[in-house]
Structure formats: C-alpha cells, structure tokens
C-alpha cells in the first residue's frame, strides 16, 4: 500500500476491518515506534520489542480518540511514550554504550531520556504532516 494514504484513512479503513489497511499502518509507523524506545528512551532491545508489540496491541484497540483532533502520528508518539514511561518505571534499565557511572541517579537519567524523547517528538512531528 502506498505511504500516499493518508494515516487517518488508514485508521478508518483498519476500523472496518481492513487488514490490508493493518499492515500498511504497522509498516508506516512500525520503525517510527521502534526508534522512539530504543533512541529516545534507549531501552534494551527486548524491552523496546515489549514496548513495540503493547503500543501496537493499544492501536488495534482504538477508540474515538483516535479520530477526535490531532494526528494519527501525534496520538502515536505520546502513546509510545506512555509506553516507554511505563516500561521505566517498572524497573527497565537502559543498556549505555557509555561506561556506566556509579554515582549516577537514575530519577535523572529518565528524565533526561524523557527529555531527549520529546526532543525526538518535536523534530519527527515537522517530517510528518499529513
């Protein structure tokens, strides 16, 4: 399916059923979701894949909010987001590719991540009007 559909009709369409319509939602927002948990957020691979498959276990669940205002792509983020957030707080570390500081706090490393996820949103948000 061509990424020239706009993502609320694909919404709508995968709303009534289409799964042709799923898939090409997946794909379109699939590597989006993706970057967001492992680059924002920086969570391990296996949690980034938790996080991946409830965002998208939340989005085959829709309800009007989807529809009402805003974005398909804007809903998506702060959903990935709250699922990130919940990821953290359940007790998920992050894997650093920098040595690991002892001293460091973890409140403050989440909320840097935080921080640096929302950068990620403000930046992807201007790639992604429809």
Known sequence: MAQTVPAAQLVARCRNGDQEAWAALVERFSRYVYAIATQGFRLREYDAED???????????WDDSVS???????????????????CLRSGSREE???????EA???EDALARIDEALDVHDAMA?????
């Open 68 to 86: 009402r205002g805003g974005t398909v792509q804007n809903w998506m983020v702060q959903l990935t987001r709250h699922v990130c957030v919940d």
């Open 126 to 130: 201007g790639l992604w009007e429809n």
């Open 96 to 102: 650093s590719t920098e040595e690991t500081k002892l």
């Open 105 to 107: 706090d973890p409140q």
């Open 51 to 61: 996080v991946f498959q409830e965002v998208f276990a939340k989005v085959y669940e």
